[in-house]
């Protein structure tokens, strides 16, 4: 059905399709912003594939690609950024698509552009971690499948500030008297939250929490002493270097903060942490999009999450959020008693062309799945 839908709009308004370059930038960002995308600045949407380890080991890996009318107008576009993951002991090259977007009037196109995304020979696992309910249904067209592991569609969350958060609620919903409802409310939240905090709180003997604004070789060392302490399974790579590519900007910004759990032995464990606003909503938020620990550490979560918590309620953040944890990770975000929105749709599909590594990807066990995969904090 979609498939005639493109031949029938091809004949009255035929496109041509290429390969994105980096001087496309200015029309896709337009394109971006008209339906609502915000598009990242010049350097920092080059430096997706500029200083990205992953790409440089390719000498023509594609951007993405356009489509554009005959007077070349690009009126559809999607990214494709090249990631590090290993099976075991086997590498992966994973790709992400990102900001998939076609102008209202050629909308059909959406599948040929996905369809460039897909049939790329030299990639290993394909993954899309920010679906929409409307790309949702493009993504069973190509066969992708639901990640097994992780709740997709909601979202856990704590209140770190009480009022703002009460005002936001109810100016959404658009009750009258919202200033004094907004105060009972609030006074309400804040006496249900009080255990909440103090089962956050302990970090266990000899363990230092703290913030630090860069990736060092002490998270190297962890990398190494995490993948040999694990059993086999998938994941995306966690090396200094890729770390920084990824978080960069973000870091510059103060939209990420990475917090170490540390020991006489070096790292522990890290989570890392990005802001997720919603202007909409006026709503301020900081979302946990990873946690790593070494094995048996993973109860080191539970005051990297306070420690979180707690700057986020000292710079006036409205809420702390997690999304997509599974196995033992998740089982501590719900024993903290958080609140949970439902999402408009399932965020996380991945598929494979290799038969052996779709058969072992089944199974949930082999997944460690988090905002760091595919461009979910990128």
């Known amino acids: 059905m979609m498939a005639d839908t493109v031949l029938t709009a091809a004949k009255v308004a035929p496109l041509r399709f290429r390969e994105a370059t980096l001087e496309d930038y200015p029309q896709i960002a337009a394109l971006e912003s008209r339906y609502g995308l915000q598009p990242k600045g010049y350097e920092e949407w080059t430096h997706l594939w500029s200083h990205n380890p992953a790409y440089r080991q390719f000498s023509d890996w594609p951007i993405g690609w356009v489509c554009e009318t005959e007077d070349d107008e690009i009126v559809g576009c999607i990214g494709n950024i090249p990631l590090a993951y290993e099976f075991g002991n086997r590498p992966l090259i994973a790709a992400t698509s990102r900001a998939l977007v076609v102008d209202s009037r050629y909308r059909p196109y959406a599948f040929t552009l996905l369809s460039h995304f897909f049939n790329q020979g030299k990639v290993d696992l394909f993954l899309n971690t920010t679906v929409n309910a409307r790309a949702s249904t493009l993504q069973h067209a190509f066969r992708a499948l639901r990640v097994p592991a992780g709740t997709w569609d909601r979202a856990a969350f704590w209140i770190t500030n009480y009022r703002a958060f009460a005002a936001s609620l109810l100016a959404r919903k658009e009750v009258r008297g919202g200033a004094l409802l907004s105060y009972l409310l609030s006074s309400g939240l804040l006496l249900k939250d009080t255990l909440v905090r103090k089962a956050m709180r302990a970090a266990g003997k000899g363990i230092a929490i703290q913030f630090c604004d860069q990736f060092d070789d002490r998270f190297d060392v962890f990398w190494q002493r ?62 946990l999009v990873d946690f790593q620990a070494l094995s048996g550490r993973t109860e080191l979560l539970r005051p990297i999450l306070f420690a979180a918590w707690d700057r986020c309620r000292r710079d006036g953040l409205h809420m702390l959020e997690a999304v997509g944890f599974c196995g033992s990770k998740q089982e501590i975000i719900e024993n903290l008693s958080p609140y949970y929105r439902e999402l408009s749709s399932w965020r996380y599909f991945y598929k494979t062309n290799d038969q052996s590594l779709a058969a072992r990807l089944k199974d949930p066990q082999v997944w460690d799945t988090t905002c760091f995969d595919g461009d979910a904090s990128l």
């Open 226 to 287: 995490a993948r040999n302490g694990c059993s086999l399974g998938l994941r995306g790579t966690r090396s200094c270097a890729v770390l920084n590519w990824h978080f960069k900007d973000a870091l510059a910004t103060d939209r990420a903060w990475v917090l170490t759990a540390s020991d006489s032995r070096g790292l522990s464990a890290f989570g890392i942490f990005r802001r997720q606003d919603n202007p909409a909503f006026g709503l301020n938020r900081m979302r």
